[in-house]
């Protein structure tokens, strides 16, 4: 199982940050079948999904749908013995390998879900340069400290190294939204940044030492290269296990003015799981209750086999 396998590979490392690897980075509230379906209501431009796991699929998922291609890491990790990874800033170094992949894509996790009709001009210009989704919030200063969030960890290094490349510093961080994505300039952040790139490839959970490049790196990158101009993105982010989710998820109706939304479980506590799964299960069936066409008939919401009950990001 994926969970018996991270905490095997957990118990090698001492220096790990205490949220780099909670149990609630890991849950499995079948938000993944939701975000999909967000997608298909939503964004009917998009012509294919490519899922990115670590041999695991959902029952629930038609693996055998057009429109749908299971990846599995082994096959886009050019280091693979630095599998198994369980980190996604490590996955993220390796997409642009996936065979297939149009050269402008989106990059999501599973807890980002499409809240209102989008059309790919949203995230590309025509010429093909990208709208970049920088965030009011700041990355701070100063060299990464341990237990600060890991997206400061790698906005650090990604100014570190940009600054040395471009003579300029970078602040703001990037917004949890479906982030457009240019493969080529992946390739050139492969080429010029390779130690960092591999060291992020090989850190199999967060680390201190980790970039993001197909977040943090790949935005500013694209804005100094001229491959990318900012772009406005609506966007609500909320911390499902928070005392007042519950009231936060209330005022998420139809009308909100938000196109994208991210319903992260960054540290629920043990004691409150189940509250919060059902909450939440019960927030995204009424929200998005239409089955998508990579859901099985035969396996309903809720009956997933427990042997996929944690999945990587």
């Known amino acids: ?122 995230f590309f210009h025509s010429n093909g340069i990208v709208r970049l989704p920088f965030s009011s919030h700041q990355i701070g200063v100063g060299a990464p400290i341990a237990e600060e969030v890991a997206p400061n960890w790698a906005g650090k290094n990604a100014r570190a190294l940009l600054m040395e490349e471009f003579g300029a510093t970078i602040a703001q961080k990037v917004r949890h939204a479906p982030l457009p994505q240019l493969r080529r300039v992946h390739r050139e952040l492969e080429g010029r940044y390779r130690e960092d790139i591999e060291r992020t490839a090989r850190s199999r959970f967060r680390h201190p030492d980790d970039i993001a490049p197909a977040t943090t790196l790949h935005q500013y990158y694209a804005l100094f290269s001229g491959q990318g101009v900012r772009g406005k993105y609506r966007t609500r982010y909320i911390d499902i296990g928070t005392e007042r989710a519950r009231e936060d ?23 409150r799981q189940e509250e919060v799964a059902e909450m939440l299960r019960d927030y995204l069936e009424r929200r998005f209750p239409f089955p998508s066409p990579f859901e099985r008939a035969d396996v309903l919401v809720g009956e997933d086999d427990p042997s996929h009950a944690e999945v990587a990001a």
């Open 249 to 271: 998820l209330a005022e998420l109706s139809l009308d909100a003015p938000f196109d994208f939304l991210c319903l992260n479980d960054f540290d629920t506590p043990p004691e």
């Open 1 to 122: 199982m994926h969970a018996a396998k991270r905490a095997h590979h957990r118990g090698e490392v001492v220096d790990l940050a205490t949220h780099a690897a909670n149990s609630s980075r890991y849950t499995d509230h079948e938000e993944l079948r939701y975000s999909l379906r967000s997608l298909r209501m939503y964004a009917p431009f998009v012509r294919h999904v490519y899922l990115v796991t670590d041999a695991q699929v959902p029952s629930w998922l038609d693996t055998e749908v057009p429109g749908l291609t299971v990846v599995d890491h082994r096959d886009i990790f050019t280091v693979p013995d630095a599998l198994p990874v369980f980190s996604s800033r490590a996955i993220e170094t390796q997409l642009h390998h996936i065979e297939g992949l149009s050269e402008h894509y989106l990059y999501l996790n599973d807890d980002v879900f499409f809240a209102k009709q989008v059309g790919a001009e949203y």
